[in-house]
């Protein structure tokens, strides 16, 4: 087998086609994910059973259980129902990057609320007794305390999660969606090269995973200005 | 330690011998897909089988070889040759120009043709008396399609604005067809009316084409492929398969799966 590395620049168009696809699952999982994780933390940190266990339910099936099986159970699982299908959701469950955003949002729901939940956890308790002292209510302590923190403590673990993420989003690929990664399988196809175009495709997710790194990087040193 | 070496040793043996080939026959290696019902695919015994199977196995018989299969998806097929994980490819594969400049191919065993599925109550009317397809009634409908294959490349060429879905496997395709996520599909006619459109609980499809085999998409048939520079290997596999459509094996291999046959006349 020969190396053409100019089959690498030849297909970097076509896969820039497929980066649109790819960012915008990313993008639209990545923030419907973080924002279903706020609510769903505050019932998972909640002293009432009722509210916390069946988040706890929710974050066991969806960690407990592969990104790809989950993406097969609502794109071919779900329509094998009859009320889906002929429900008011079907035009949504029709498209594929509907269900493979989907997928990806509860999955990102479920490993965010954890490290939420990791973050105010691990606020120092002085502190909430500091707060109470002065008469702040418990939400006032919430928003101006504990959250503040326990979003600096999470975000290492969360730029680990969006990088995940980032790379889950090649699984879209798998139900008929041409996100880089399918993209570049169509190529492969054509082409019989599959080393110049999967390395094509790993450059373009090395990049995106750098641009995440470096942005967390600055926001972490943004916000912890006044430290130390 | 010595004791340890000496085990270490006996092992190491053991598997040596394990791994080296056992018998003195050369054996061929067949790369296939293993989930192409009724071409190849595992019976319920799980049994490697199908009319593709029984080629090879017939073929490599012939030329005196011992065979053995490995199952690999279908896009990986050309690459995994290529890099020698096996010899030949005997799965459907379309002798089509693109391939050939890769590959080698024996002569044909077996028609290469693409038909459209499509609901009934739809009424498609898609094509043009000649056979050729009319570009607009393709606008708003969806089409599934088998992702790299002859059928890929042709709606490319013909069809280029036309919606498509890349599905991995015909299964999921007839799926998706049934659950009306596609309009229409794109496949093999002699699996779908096999597999699908003479199943049980299947209703309501037809096809909507007329059958579409330019050679430039769809070759001369789907052939035997071997790595280019293979031309002595190349001869016996043709001379074994003219045989074998000449004293009726192919015959007896397509009615195994199919009412009719589906080998090319000459």
Redesign the interface.
Known sequence: ?TFESSLILESLPRLMDGLWVTLRLFVLALTCGTVLAVGMVLLRISSRKYLSWPVMAYIYVFRGTPILVQLFVIY?GL??LEFI?TGPL?PFF?E?FFCAWFALTLNIGAYTTEIFRGGILGVNKGLLEASKALGMTYAQTFRKVTAPIAFKLCLPAYSNEMISVLKATALAS?V?I?DVT?VA??I???T???YEIFLSAAIIYLILAWIIQNGVRLLERRISRYAN | MNRIFGMALAAGMGLAALVAPAAQAETIRVGTTCTYFPFNFKDSDGNLSGYDVDVAKEVVKRIGAEVEFVCQAW??L??AI??EKFDLIVASMSITP??MK?LDFSVPYRISEGRLIGRVDAEHKLFNEDGTPIVEAFDGLRL?LP??SVY??WTDAFLPEAEI????SPD?MY??LQ???VDLIFTNPMKAHLSFLSADGIEGFEFVSPAINDPEYFGTGAGIALRKGNEDLQARLDAALTEMREDGTLDEFSLRYFPFAIYPES
């Open positions: 087998m071919y329509p094998q299908r079907w029709r594929p798998t008929t041409f399918g399988r169509k492969v196809a054509e019989f090269a599959p | 896009d990986g050309i690459p290529l890099s693109d391939r890769k599934g992702r790299s890929d490349r879905l890349g599905y991995d999921s799926l998706d659950n009306g996520r």
